[in-house]
């Protein structure tokens, strides 16, 4: 059934769904030409972009064009991200989520997307650091060998646990229904609000509230 108006809720304006999947299309990128470099059994994926010299020249533009990018994300989201006493109990009764139940008072995000929101932030900014002190021709030559080679290790980690970080996340978000098309086409229903995010609904409904006294007025 195609819902109301009235039933639609803005989750995502179009300029933070826009960020998002360009913040993807540029992790696609670095991610599969990264694991293309650095195991020798998926060289293959060096060819992503042709032929394996232009991934390597472009994998730290694109790299640096996801940290840029991320860094609007992590503004637009960073109040939503604090975790709270709430986000414990949430925590507590994981394996209700499991089930897709209720579980607790679940403001805008919960502890699993708080949890992905400060992890993918903190890999970023080791890539993007880690990154730069090896990054050929340009600054690479400012950096002792003994300092590129934490670097190395520092960028290979801090790219798994992004990458292993982002699967789950993509993964939960096609797991609950409705979260990809509020990130596609910006809107969820009440139902939807209601029963994975109970407290970010009653702010919500307060705020429409609010609205309504004003136009009153
Ligand atoms: C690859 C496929 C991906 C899919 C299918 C996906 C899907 C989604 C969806 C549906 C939401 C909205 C969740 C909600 O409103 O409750 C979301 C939010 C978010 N996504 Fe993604 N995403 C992907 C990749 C990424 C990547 C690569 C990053 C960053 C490097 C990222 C960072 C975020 C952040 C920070 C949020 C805001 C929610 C929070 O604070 O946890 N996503 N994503």
Not at 35 to 40: E, Q, S
Request: net charge positive.
């Amino acid at each position: 059934m195609i819902p109301q108006d009235n039933e639609k809720i803005i989750r995502h304006k179009p300029i933070e769904r826009i960020n998002h999947w360009l913040v993807v299309i540029c992790f696609l990128f670095t991610a599969i030409s990264g694991l293309g470099f650095f195991f020798p059994s998926l060289n293959w994926f060096m060819n992503i972009l042709g032929t394996p010299q232009l991934s390597r020249i472009l994998h730290p533009f694109v790299g640096t064009a996801m940290f840029l990018l991320f860094i609007f994300m992590f503004f637009r989201y960073f109040s939503h991200n604090f975790i709270n006493k709430d986000d414990i109990n949430w925590a507590k009764n994981i394996d209700k989520v499991l089930k897709n139940e209720e579980a607790g008072d679940v403001g805008q995000y919960n502890l699993g997307q708080k949890g992905v929101y400060w992890v993918v932030s903190i890999c970023l900014l080791l890539l993007a650091i880690s990154g730069v002190m090896i990054w050929r021709p340009y600054f690479a030559e400012y950096f002792p060998i003994p300092i590129i080679r934490i670097a190395l290790l520092v960028h290979s980690l801090a790219a798994i646990g992004l990458i292993i970080t982002i699967i789950v996340h993509a993964y939960a978000a096609i797991w609950v229904k409705g979260s990809v098309r509020a990130m596609v086409e910006g809107w969820v229903t009440r139902g939807w609000a209601k029963k994975h995010h109970p407290l970010w609904y009653r702010e919500i409904l307060e705020k429409e509230r609010k609205q309504q006294e004003e136009e009153k007025k």
